[in-house]
């Protein structure tokens, strides 16, 4: 086998630099800047830059390849790259980078908007489904070829610094390898990617070629892979029939997982549906789109018992949006069979870019709900309270209020209070590390406990929540080993014993079982009983913190030796068909086994 010369690897790059100029600047802006702000005193802009212009990527290749297929001259591609340009750094102005959670979740979704764009953009207004395939089939080989090579080139020249660091004693800085990484994923990456983009991309329909290994990864790997994912779905399906239980809110990741899968299955084996000895793709398809609309409905019900007692935030917001994109689809394929594959990224990316900014926009619907919501909590909070109880409704009115806080919701946040902000507090433009103090200013100056407690689980009659007071001392006598414990099933290493830790989410009970201590069973419906009966009505449905340790320690009712359970807090619900703990953490204490 023949290497390609140097010269020829060369010419190739200059055809790749001469065909995509735009990109590739992009790339080494990105690149640049990203070196830039890991030098040490280096302003943040620098950061907020790379990421800005690494956007640059998608939208100048997807420009280009537009251009290209409907023959633009230089000068008027150069004219809509400028514009395009200009709209970034439009965006590099309004967004403040990725700091917080929202302004994180824009930038992303505005990245996976600009990549569906490559999908679709450039062959927009040419109706050869053959060739919308064959184009993205390309697309998606490159960018595999790419990775691979980008890797390989990355950790081989990691290991060249690395020699040279420890064996010729030449120091590397630790910074050199990321600066590395930037200039290989950013510059490199996208070279390799763009020299494996066809030429002619608008008579692709008349290829023909189809590689085996797609089909063989698509029908051996990919579709079993989805067929088990549509049977736990459809199992779990069947048991909320049978319990009436609400979805759970993890559904969301298996329906995701089915969906990505499924349809990119579908999408990989696409041309062949009509070949001979091909049946199964005909089925795949049919019962795929089937079998995810009962999942999206799934998934909206979980969403739906999120948003309704805690109101929208950008994740819901698009979460929902999103599973009603998902079952349109799925309806769309269901009754359509025939129907054009370039409809998934095309939609896909207009609801993306619809819902970035305006009254559509995911933090516009967030702030709306969430300022609605804490104006209602007011109201409900505003009643004689009881001393040390934090109700229901003050904890909900903190997490809305959190949550507008760190938004920088100023005038919603007025309006909420009926009309200014009260104890004349000032929101400043850097809210960071400070929404907690600002809150608790805000609510103290209406007379109203500041609590919103577990971080955008704000609590809705029903719940219930416990805490205890973690910097009150307490007698430890009579335990040699302390280890840290969570409601979910894991294993600890107590000195020379491993123990299986389980957690009975219907005998609401925690068993500890292995090692010299024989089996440890700890029930915690009893001491809840017990916090409940010790509190007013309100605290009953609330949230009680600062609780004494000894209120919150559960003893072990077997296994041999000491041992108890000491609760950190508690959170859970009252509902159908019984109380359930939903998480809790705390601590188990051990004492010396008996011989």
């Known amino acids: 086998m023949r290497f390609p010369s140097l010269s020829t690897l060369a010419a190739r790059a200059r055809e790749v630099?001469?065909?995509?100029?735009?990109?590739?600047?992009?790339?080494?802006?990105?690149?640049?800047?990203?070196?830039?702000?890991?030098?040490?005193?280096?302003?943040?802009?620098?950061?907020?830059?790379?990421?800005?212009a690494a956007l640059g990527l998608p939208l100048f290749f997807a420009l280009t390849l537009f251009a290209e297929v409907h023959r633009w001259s230089f000068a008027k591609v150069a004219l809509t790259v400028a514009v395009a340009a200009a709209l970034l750094v439009a965006f590099f102005l309004v967004w403040p980078g990725p700091d917080h959670k929202h302004d994180a979740i824009r930038y992303f979704q505005l990245s996976a908007a600009l990549h569906l764009l490559v999908a679709f953009l450039?062959?927009?207004?040419?109706?050869?489904?053959?060739?919308?395939?064959?184009?993205?089939?390309?697309?998606?080989?490159?960018?595999?070829?790419?990775?691979?090579?980008?890797?390989?080139?990355?950790?081989?020249?990691?290991?060249?610094?690395?020699?040279l660091d420890k064996l010729f004693g030449l120091d590397v800085p630790d910074d050199a390898y990321l600066r590395l990484w930037f200039v290989i994923a950013l510059v490199g990456n996208t070279w390799i990617f763009l020299d494996g983009v066809p030429a002619d991309i608008a008579s692709l329909g008349a290829e023909r070629d189809y590689p085996r290994a797609l089909k063989v990864f698509t029908q051996y790997i990919l579709t079993p892979l989805v067929a088990v994912y549509l049977l736990i779905l459809l199992?779990?399906?069947?048991?909320?029939?049978?319990?009436?239980?609400?979805?759970?809110?993890?559904?969301?990741?298996?329906?995701?997982?089915?969906?990505?899968?499924?349809?990119?299955?579908?999408?990989?084996?696409?041309?062949?549906?009509?070949?001979?000895?091909?049946?199964?793709?005909?089925?795949?398809?049919?019962?795929?789109?089937?079998?995810?609309?009962?999942?999206?409905?799934?998934?909206?019900?979980?969403?739906?018992?999120?948003?309704?007692?805690?109101?929208?935030?950008?994740?819901?917001?698009?979460?929902?949006?999103?599973?009603?994109?998902?079952?349109?689809?799925?309806?769309?394929?269901?009754?359509?069979?025939?129907?054009?594959?370039?409809?998934?990224?095309?939609?896909?990316?207009?609801?993306?870019?619809?819902?970035?900014?305006?009254?559509?926009?995911?933090?516009?619907?967030?702030?709306?709900?969430?300022?609605?919501?804490?104006?209602?909590?007011?109201?409900?909070?505003?009643?004689?309270?009881?001393?040390?109880?934090?109700?229901?409704?003050?904890?909900?009115?903190?997490?809305?209020?959190?949550?507008?806080?760190?938004?920088?919701?100023?005038?919603?946040?007025?309006?909420?209070?009926?009309?200014a902000i009260p104890g004349g507090v000032v929101l400043p433009d850097t809210l960071r590390y400070r929404s907690d103090s600002l809150g608790r200013a805000i609510m103290a100056a209406v007379s109203l406990d500041y609590s919103p407690w577990g971080g955008g689980g704000p609590q809705s009659p029903g719940f219930f929540n416990y805490r205890a007071n973690e910097g009150a001392a307490m007698n430890v006598s009579g335990f040699a080993w302390m280890v840290p414990i969570a409601s979910r099933d894991s294993v600890a290493v107590v000195g020379a014993d491993t123990l299986r830790v389980a957690y009975d989410t219907t005998r609401l009970e925690l068993t500890v079982r292995g090692g010299s201590w024989g089996t440890l069973e700890f029930p915690l419906a009893p001491t809840l009983n017990a916090l409940d009966s010790s509190g007013t009505a309100e605290a009953m449905r609330g949230l009680r913190e600062g609780l004494p340790p000894e209120q919150m320690l559960v003893r072990s009712s077997g296994g041999n030796g000491a041992a108890a359970l000491q609760l950190l807090w508690v959170h859970g619900e009252d509902g159908n068909p019984g109380r359930r703990v939903e998480s809790f953490s705390g601590r188990l204490l051990l004492g010396e086994p008996r011989d």
């Open 235 to 419: 199992a779990y399906l069947v048991k909320i029939i049978i319990t009436s239980e609400w979805p759970s809110g993890w559904i969301g990741y298996l329906v995701s997982s089915v969906s990505v899968a499924g349809i990119l299955g579908f999408l990989l084996v696409h041309p062949l549906r009509d070949e001979t000895g091909e049946g199964w793709i005909r089925t795949y398809r049919r019962w795929l789109f089937m079998a995810l609309i009962p999942a999206a409905v799934m998934l909206l019900v979980a969403f739906f018992k999120r948003i309704m007692p805690y109101g929208l935030t950008e994740l819901r917001y698009l979460g929902l949006l999103l599973g009603l994109w998902l079952l349109a689809i799925s309806i769309l394929f269901t009754v359509r069979r025939d129907h054009g594959i370039r409809t998934i990224p095309l939609s896909l990316a207009v609801l993306l870019l619809v819902t970035l900014y305006g009254p559509l926009g995911a933090t516009h619907r967030a702030v709306a709900s969430q300022a609605s919501r804490l104006k209602q909590e007011l109201a409900a909070a505003r009643t004689p309270p009881s001393p040390g109880v934090v109700t229901s409704a003050e904890i909900q009115a903190s997490a809305a209020l959190a949550f507008l806080i760190e938004h920088g919701a100023r005038t919603p946040i007025a309006r909420a209070f009926g009309g």
């Open 122 to 163: 450039p062959l927009v207004g040419v109706r050869d489904e053959a060739a919308f395939w064959q184009y993205n089939r390309h697309l998606f080989l490159s960018f595999l070829r790419a990775a691979i090579f980008s890797a390989v080139l990355f950790v081989g020249l990691s290991v060249a610094l690395g020699a």
């Open 17 to 52: 630099l001469v065909r995509f100029p735009f990109p590739i600047l992009a790339g080494v802006v990105a690149a640049g800047c990203a070196i830039v702000a890991t030098t040490h005193g280096a302003d943040e802009a620098w950061a907020r830059a790379a990421l800005v």
